[in-house]
């Protein structure tokens, strides 16, 4: 049976934790003093998802940013054992719900171009290619695409 996750808003309490799942998650992965920054910031909401049980434990989060109407995904991450379960798509669909209710119209992200699990979480969930920042990324260097994704604010 598939472990149940919650979702809920990250406090500062997760950020060793999520400190662990950027090392784990990414090879350019944020600093803990990076991530400090994002809980002191009001433009800025994150949410964690939590697996079930007894030993609850941190198993992804998203941080994404909103400023005069617009949106930005900042990061979002499931760790390597809880992936292909639906996690980073509820993530997803949590802060993109959030954004909305923030008054957020367009939401833009970036994604190296040979992250082919991301490209197709984005995909699905409505985000199109507007541009391509060349050489974006370090530790590899490589070309971000950048994605947009209406919301429901400016579709009505
Ligand atoms: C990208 C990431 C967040 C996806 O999380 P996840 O919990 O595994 O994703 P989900 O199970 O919710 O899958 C959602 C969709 O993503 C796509 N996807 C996820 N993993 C995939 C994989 N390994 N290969 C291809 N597509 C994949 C699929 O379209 C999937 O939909 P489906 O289940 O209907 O096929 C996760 O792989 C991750 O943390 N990667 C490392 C960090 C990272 O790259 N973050 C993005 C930075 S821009």
């Given at each position: 049976m598939a472990e149940p996750y919650r979702i809920r808003p990250a406090h500062p309490a997760d950020l060793p934790a999520i400190a662990a799942g950027e090392r784990e998650c990414f090879s350019d992965p944020w600093s803990q003093g990076s991530i400090a920054e994002l809980f002191n910031n009001e433009t800025v909401l994150g949410l964690v998802a939590e697996s079930g049980g007894?030993?609850?434990?941190?198993a992804g989060y998203v941080f994404a940013r909103a400023i005069a109407g617009e949106g930005e995904i900042l990061n979002i991450a499931v760790l390597p054992a809880d992936r292909g379960r639906g996690v980073g798509g509820q993530l997803l669909d949590r802060v993109l719900g959030d954004l909305d209710g923030r008054g957020v119209g367009s939401v833009f992200l970036e994604v190296r171009e040979s992250n082919e699990a991301a490209r197709r979480l984005y995909l699905a969930r409505g985000f199109r290619p507007v541009g391509l920042r060349t050489d974006?990324?370090?530790?590899?260097r490589e070309n971000a695409l950048v994605l947009r994704r209406e919301l429901k604010s400016t579709l009505n």
């Open positions: 007894s030993d609850s434990r941190l974006y990324y370090r530790k590899p």
